[in-house]
């Protein structure tokens, strides 16, 4: 399965301490393992997952985009819930 990030989400990942780090590479694996985990998002945002995972003790929700046909999996941006969609929609 071919793994993509967007540049928001590797210019985010670049800010992470170690221990984030280790957690985020936690919740990718465990998107890796099984897609289907996300929430699947309807609207604007449709065709999106989002991962919900803590992040040293703090709620952190994770969206990706997975196309099945090509085996794909981008990881799009991640970050604490407020003003995460408005940002996510940009």
Known sequence: MLVL???LFKNSVKRLHGNQ?????????????NPA??????????????YKFK????????AYEWTETEEKLEMLAFGSH????RDLKR
């Open 55 to 62: 992040m040293t003790n703090q709620l952190t929700l994770l």
């Open 82 to 85: 407020e003003n995460f969609y």
């Open 21 to 33: 780090k280790h957690a985020l590479d936690n919740a990718v694996r465990a998107i890796v393992a």
């Open 37 to 50: 985990v996300g929430k699947a998002k309807a609207g604007d945002l449709a065709g999106i997952r989002v």
């Open 5 to 7: 990030q967007s540049r």
